[in-house]
């Protein structure tokens, strides 16, 4: 069976606490918001920035509370005090598709969960 991409896990509004362009790659995420949305890792990650518009694709490291840093050459696609986007994808068939619902977060400005969001299952589009 094909399967297709969707959406697995979103932080929504987190905003960036640090940019450090020496470290070798990678954003940083306050591991609370990580484990919230199910994100493992070195999970690949994609980053939204919503002040700029400046997009990119990485992996998820666990960071320090409230942290969410953009690490290496990431940290020229955003400054600290910008709100971004970071959502992660899967690939499943019809069927998982179903049954799987992605899992989503927004983010207060301490980058603490301010709410989870219920998303509808695809079956009842």
């Known amino acids: 069976m094909a399967q297709r991409c969707f959406l697995s ?33 070195y999970e690949q990650v994609d980053v939204y920035n919503l ?26 696609k955003g400054s600290v005090g910008q709100r971004v986007i970071i959502a992660a994808y899967m690939w499943l068939d019809e069927n998982e598709a179903k049954t799987r619902k992605p899992r989503v977060v927004v983010a207060d400005s301490n980058n603490s969960v301010d709410e989870i969001i219920e998303c ?5 589009f």
């Open 51 to 76: 002040d700029n518009g400046e997009r990119l694709t990485t992996y998820a490291i666990p960071g320090g509370p409230g942290e969410i840093c953009l690490n290496g050459a990431a940290a020229h």
């Open 120 to 124: 509808d299952l695809i079956s009842d």
């Open 9 to 41: 896990a979103k932080i929504h509004g987190a905003t960036i606490t640090c940019a450090n362009l020496e470290y070798r790659g990678s954003i940083s995420i306050d591991t609370k918001l990580m484990k919230t949305v199910g994100l493992l890792p």
